[in-house]
């Protein structure tokens, strides 16, 4: 069976990262929000603050068809709620897409890289806080291969000094889940 290439594919790819991250964030237990997480610098609670903001700027990209270049900080008592939260109201943004193109700045993209790029980014985090709990739980295979197609195209080199760390090196035969997580600069051992 032949399927779109990722980027054609964004929404239903955007929807299974968010299933995926609620899942981690389910496994995740009680919150401790002063953990270290293997995103460098950052607590849970920092952690779960920018994917809630990388989330509302989701749902902005597809309520407006803009997207503001710094999204406002909020600060939740319940940052694990505030994702869930934003996550599952996401999916109804996206649910019955009225877009074709996201303006980033002065900046237009189509929303299947938007949405593609979203997805990347929440599926990384959930994995950031399952692993932060010590909770094993691989990006799904099929989700983990198809983000895999995009990342190169998403993550450069540019991106490293600042959004990423240096991509960790792994087997050919690792899984999908452990060369995604490590092309973003995350150990998955």
């Known amino acids: 069976m032949r399927r779109e290439p990722a980027l054609l594919g964004g929404v239903a790819l955007l929807e299974r990262a968010v299933t995926y991250a609620l899942g981690a964030l389910a496994l995740a237990g009680p919150v401790a929000l002063h953990e270290p997480t293997p995103c460098r610098g950052w607590d849970l609670r920092a952690l779960l603050a920018h994917l809630a903001d990388s989330l509302t700027a989701l749902c902005e990209a597809s309520e407006s068809g803009h ?59 959930g994995w950031d806080v399952a ?38 090196a792994m087997p050919v035969e690792a899984s999908a889940s452990d060369r995604l997580i490590a092309y973003c600069g995350r150990d998955p051992s």
């Open 67 to 125: 997207v503001p270049i710094a999204a406002p900080h909020r600060t939740d008592d319940d940052p694990v709620a505030a994702v869930r939260d934003r996550a599952t109201r996401l999916i109804g943004y996206w649910a019955e897409p009225v877009r074709d193109a996201v303006s980033i700045e002065d900046h237009s993209l189509t929303a299947g890289v938007v949405t593609s790029a979203g997805a990347l980014e929440i599926a990384v985090h």
């Open 131 to 168: 692993r932060t709990r010590t909770a094993h739980h691989p990006v799904p295979a099929a989700l983990a291969e198809e983000l895999l197609e995009v990342a190169p195209l998403l993550v450069s080199d540019v991106d490293r000094s600042h959004r990423f760390a240096l991509p960790v």
